[in-house]
């Protein structure tokens, strides 16, 4: 007979309705409530830092606790399983942990020719549920509100539909409570790359409780639909020239943290930080002050600079591995993380070159080019501009709301810095007002004042030069070098061979090199008023062998990758043990002795070897 599910682990399913003996045959309550097998549902969460739960954890209730549907127990689909595991085996494979024998997918889990259901039925549901707009508004209007977790995905997943020929929503991963980390982009081939097309992100809400930047993207991203299919000039040509990714929320769970307080009485910190109570703008790896040590040195690279081993030992939250690898996934040139607490445009290094010295000057190589960036937000927002001491923001008014990040205050870890010394992308962090979750009402007036930043920010990923390197075969030529001289800080070609390169106004001379071929210089000259990138090829001749000797010294140049983060885009990270101090000879893994600690039973299913 079927009766109440009274697990508290399994509390979440989508069904209310189970039986026993369970498919485990255990037969009551309390046997699967002291059995390792729940114990490790219930604390899988942790042991795996947030990856693949809660999907994994209602998987195992499946069996654990069946569903029981008229007097019959029914069972999990095996796809579901099969699909989970190989997207979590290597979550396992981290902490040295076997796939638990429970869920094995053959065993447990029926087909669905025999009448099989999906456990995460409910999880899927909650992002797909459609919400019909009220009655009598046109499709472009926006609802200048706060938007719950479930609002914000609901209408970038109706934005994406309205605007299916552009418009697209992807997960870049799971926050450590479980919420997808939506994106919605827009392109004119949404979901591909395309040649010499340079591709934008915007991030909002990587502190939690700094709400603006997540509202300011969902508008923006319902706003790009809507100009977009009635036939607006600008951004028809924005959309079709470039592919823009928006993530308007980067941490859902201290936004839900902040937003339980309300808007106007949350605190100052509360929800800043990730639910393993991390501030993911510290979560990154500190490559600055790398930079600094390389950049002493006469002749090295200091762009590129690989992720050091030492830093997977540390807490890596979720939601950082996901920034991470969703930059490998796509040849970023241009971002703006949205913040909230001030008013003004920062840019890096956000760490002083001084480990002292709170506040230094500490400007990368591309000085000139993140100044102008950071005007092209700055200049047109006319808060920022406002002149009068009171404002918010006002101790910046002098230097026009623009600051170097490390000017203002250092601090090491920070999404900026890694952006632009492990990737070619240039980012730069937006304030954008005094007041972290303001009052409903505000919403409106903010959205007037950074609608225009936003898309003239947007727009510069268009300035200085693009191109395609080549061998003389035409046969594109990847990973190849970008040096400009006067300008330490070389951009690598994406896998087509093609590159972008932002530089201010003036003349260059630009160089393209590549081991195994001749180094190609050009000069050019970038008008001032020139608003698109300026088309810059090269055909690169293989180096006769004469030049071995050359050629190896470039390879050498490359960065030797021992790179958790794995290239090609490898779902998992982290090779084994590389977190955790791998279990040396033979002993048992970390988590051995709590399972032993708690259970007379000894889980020795979870041991690999
Ligand atoms: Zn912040």
């Not at 076997?98 to 669905?112: G, I, K, N, T, V």
């Not at 991203?221 to 959309?239: K, V």
């Not at 996934?329 to 480990?355: I, N, Q, W």
């Not at 021992?562 to 885009?569: F, H, I, K, T, V």
Request: some cysteine.
């Amino acid at each position: 007979t079927c009766m109440d599910l009274q697990l508290s682990s399994c509390a979440d399913a989508a069904y209310t309705q189970t039986a026993f003996p369970n498919l485990l045959e255990q037969r009551s309550r309390e046997a699967v409530e002291s059995s390792p097998e729940y114990i490790l549902l219930s604390v899988l969460h942790h042991l795996l830092e947030g990856q693949c739960n809660p999907d994994l954890r209602l998987l195992g209730c499946a069996v654990l606790a069946p569903r029981c549907e008229g007097s019959r127990v029914r069972r999990p689909c095996r796809h579901v399983c099969e699909g989970l595991r190989e997207a979590c085996q290597p979550a396992f494979d981290a902490i040295d942990m076997a796939w638990p024998y429970f869920l094995d997918c053959a065993h447990y889990f029926a087909r669905e020719e025999e009448g099989c259901y999906d456990p995460l039925e409910k999880l899927r549901g909650d992002l797909e549920a459609e919400e019909a707009l009220p009655s009598g508004l046109p499709p472009t209007f926006i609802r200048f509100a706060h938007h719950s977790y479930a609002q914000m995905v609901r209408v970038l997943k109706r934005t994406a539909t309205r605007c299916a020929q552009v418009a697209k929503t992807y997960s870049i991963g799971r926050s450590f409570d479980g919420k997808d980390l939506l994106v919605i982009e827009f392109s004119g081939r949404p979901g591909q790359h395309e040649l010499m097309e340079p591709e934008v992100k915007l991030i909002g809400n990587i502190h939690g409780n700094e709400v603006v930047g997540r509202e300011m993207l969902i508008y923006l991203a319902q706003y790009l639909c809507s100009e977009y299919l009635l036939g607006n000039p600008r951004i028809q040509r924005l959309i079709n020239t470039t592919r823009i990714h928006l993530l308007p929320s980067m941490n859902p769970d201290g936004y839900e943290v902040a937003a339980a307080e309300g808007a106007g009485y949350n605190g100052w910190t509360s929800g800043r930080q990730n639910a393993q109570n991390l501030d993911l703008n510290r979560n990154f790896p500190d490559l600055t002050s790398e930079y600094y040590r390389l950049a002493s040195v006469r002749g090295t690279r200091t762009d590129h600079i690989p992720i050091p081993e030492h830093y997977w030992w540390g807490k890596v939250a979720p939601e950082t591995k996901a920034i991470m690898k969703w930059m490998r996934t796509a040849p970023f040139v241009l971002s703006a993380s949205l913040h909230g607490g001030d008013l003004v445009v920062s840019y890096p290094f956000d760490f002083s070159k001084h480990p002292l010295e709170v506040k230094m000057f500490s400007p990368t190589p591309d000085e000139k080019m993140f100044k102008l960036l950071a005007r092209a937000y700055a200049d047109v927002h006319p808060m920022m501009m406002d002149r009068s001491e009171g404002r918010c923001g006002g101790n910046f008014r002098k230097q026009g709301s623009v600051i170097n990040g490390a000017d203002w205050y250092s601090f090491t870890g920070g999404m900026s810095d890694f952006n632009y010394l492990h990737s070619n992308c240039f980012e730069i962090t937006v304030e954008l007002g005094c007041v972290k979750f303001p009052p409903e009402e505000a919403l409106y007036g903010l959205w007037l004042n950074n609608k225009e930043s936003l898309l003239s920010f947007v727009e510069m990923v268009h300035r200085g030069i693009k191109g395609v390197v080549m061998d003389r075969f035409g046969q594109p030529v990847k990973n190849a070098r970008i040096l400009v001289k006067g300008i330490r800080h070389d951009v690598t070609t994406a896998s087509d061979g093609d590159y972008w390169r932002l530089l201010p106004p003036g003349s260059h001379i630009v160089i393209a090199q590549a081991p195994g071929y001749s180094k190609v210089m050009k000069r050019v000259t970038i008008p001032l008023r020139m608003r698109k990138a300026g088309r810059v090829d090269f055909i690169l001749q293989p180096l006769g062998t004469g030049h071995k000797k050359l050629s190896r010294e470039l390879q050498r140049t490359v960065p030797a990758s021992r790179d958790p983060l794995g290239e090609p885009p490898q779902l998992d990270l982290e090779p084994l043990g590389a977190r955790r101090q791998p279990s040396a000879g033979g002993s048992k893994p970390w988590w051995w002795s709590y399972f032993t600690s708690l259970s007379p039973h000894r889980p020795r299913w979870l041991l690999k070897y």
